[in-house]
């Protein structure tokens, strides 16, 4: 069946530094979607990428969506303590979505 | 706006019994899902539904029954629990399949003992 991958699965930076995330999905997309999960929450919808090498961006973050549409990438520019959580990735083909394992972040001040 | 209501929030069984989790939507959607959230798993799909009176499986059906009789409500049944089953149970649904964003509900968590 459908599996969706993300990389890393844990990720420590200092407040400032870069971070990225990676999505690779078993199967071809229809979208992918990222949702970030605060501890203790909920996850939480971020963006939808449709289109075969779509860019999107929001203030500090920026998501990439694969020319094969089977991967995809969140990049947060300076991080700041209140990126500090779980990102996920979720991958839909047909009528199910498939979320990734996440990757937790952690932003040392 | 109540949104996906997940009741209850917290629940310790004992193996073997059973119980239900319930979940209701009032924003009309027609999807439908549960996850089951385990550290270091992600989130992984349940069971899930297009629309009233249609339930499939997802990646870790065994062990869990839904039915989905009305569009608002898609309860989760637990068997026999078992203690692989405790785990942090999300409702989630979406206006139409998989082309949309999913609203979770805020999460039911479950002990077997």
């Known amino acids: 069946g459908q599996q969706v991958m993300q990389i890393p699965q844990y990720q420590h930076v200092q407040e400032g530094e870069d971070f990225t995330t990676y999505c690779n999905s078993s199967?071809?997309?229809?979208?992918i979607q990222w949702y970030k999960q605060r501890p203790g929450g909920h996850p939480v919808f971020l963006i939808q990428l449709v289109k075969s090498g779509e860019v999107k961006k929001q203030k500090r973050l920026t998501f990439q969506f694969g020319e094969a549409k089977k991967n995809s990438s969140l990049h947060i520019t300076a991080t700041q303590t209140t990126d500090v959580g779980t990102y996920f990735c979720?991958?839909?083909?047909?009528?199910?979505?498939?979320f990734g394992p996440g990757t937790s972040l952690s932003v040392i001040p | 706006n109540a949104g996906v209501t997940q009741t209850p929030k917290f629940q310790v069984l004992k193996t073997g019994q059973s119980m239900t989790l319930q979940c209701a939507q009032d924003?009309?959607?027609?999807?439908m899902s549960w996850y089951r959230q385990d550290p270091g798993m992600g989130l992984r799909l349940i069971h899930y539904s297009v629309g009233a009176g249609i339930t499939d499986q997802g990646e870790v059906p065994n062990g869990y029954n839904v039915s989905r009789s009305t569009t608002e409500d898609f309860p989760l049944r637990l068997l026999s629990a078992a203690p692989s089953q405790t785990s942090v149970y999300f409702c989630?649904?979406?206006?139409?399949?998989?082309?949309?964003?999913?609203?979770f509900g805020e999460g039911s968590w479950l002990t077997v003992v």
């Open positions: 924003m009309n959607h027609e999807y």
């Open positions: 199967t071809t997309l229809s979208n």
């Open positions: 989630a649904s979406a206006p139409v399949h998989s082309g949309n964003t999913i609203y």
């Open positions: 979720a991958g839909a083909s047909y009528d199910k979505v498939i």
